[in-house]
């Protein structure tokens, strides 16, 4: 892995995937697809696959959340941030940075736990780190919950908005940051700002794309938005 400053962020540096890096390896134990007739066999037995390297890359979502909070501190300064779905911490590192009292990462993948202490190191920030799967039980202790880009399958979306929801009712302001993945819960949220960064296997000639932060809200009984006070 090199370590480089992040596009559209070059306050923060992150330990990146590149060509030489062999990351295809966390892909697949053989550096290659399984077919479907693998399914089944006895790859099953010897454990769980590799999750694929998420954290080895700077989302749209984590981008345009870390650059919202690095140019409003405001949003988390003095304040307790949690960073749901790290990935490789680049929200966490922001909030951090922009004067966070504290910053809790929570983050399912071992590699990108490994990942989120040397990013944490090479930014001179002090994260705290969960290892493990925290949506399906009670809110932490936090004043804001960061979510970056956790709307890209439906099954994640399924477990994130229930765990967002029982934020919002224990008074935790939500703030999402993305592009416009496929489960994004767009009724439920209001627009914050908009801010081009680049995506995920994005070439580089075909430019920066429109990616937004926003405040998740709660939802009437009978659907929409609860007025703001």
């Given at each position: ?19 030489a ?36 890359y ?23 941030v ?22 809790i ?20 920030v ?6 493990e ?32 929801d ?22 439920r949220?209001?627009?914050l700002a ?36």
């Open positions: 892995m090199r370590i480089a400053p992040v596009p559209a962020l070059p306050e923060i540096r992150l330990y990146a995937a590149h060509p890096s062999g990351l295809w390896r966390l892909t697949h134990p053989e550096g290659r697809a399984a077919g479907p007739e693998e399914e089944g066999t006895e790859a099953d037995e010897d454990g769980p696959e590799p999750q694929p390297p998420y954290w080895a700077a989302w749209a979502g984590g981008a345009v959340l870390a650059r919202y909070i690095l140019d409003r501190p405001k949003s988390v300064a003095g304040l307790r949690l960073d749901l779905g790290a990935g490789s911490g680049l929200v966490g590192i922001a909030a951090a940075k922009a004067g966070a009292s504290e910053v990462a929570a983050e399912i993948d071992p590699n990108g736990v490994a990942a989120l202490g040397l990013n944490a190191a090479a930014n001179g002090t994260i705290t780190v969960v290892g799967d925290i949506t399906a039980g009670p809110p932490l202790p936090v004043d804001v919950v960061a979510a970056g880009d956790l709307f890209y399958g439906q099954d994640l979306a399924d477990r994130v908005i229930p765990f967002l029982r934020c919002l009712a224990a008074g935790i302001n939500v703030l999402i940051g993305d592009p416009g993945r496929a489960y994004l819960p767009r009724s949220l209001r627009l908009e801010y081009q960064v680049p995506d995920v296997g994005q070439a580089k000639d075909t430019g920066m794309k429109p990616s937004g932060v926003f405040s998740f809200e709660p939802e009437q009984p009978g659907g929409g938005l609860r007025s703001s006070p």
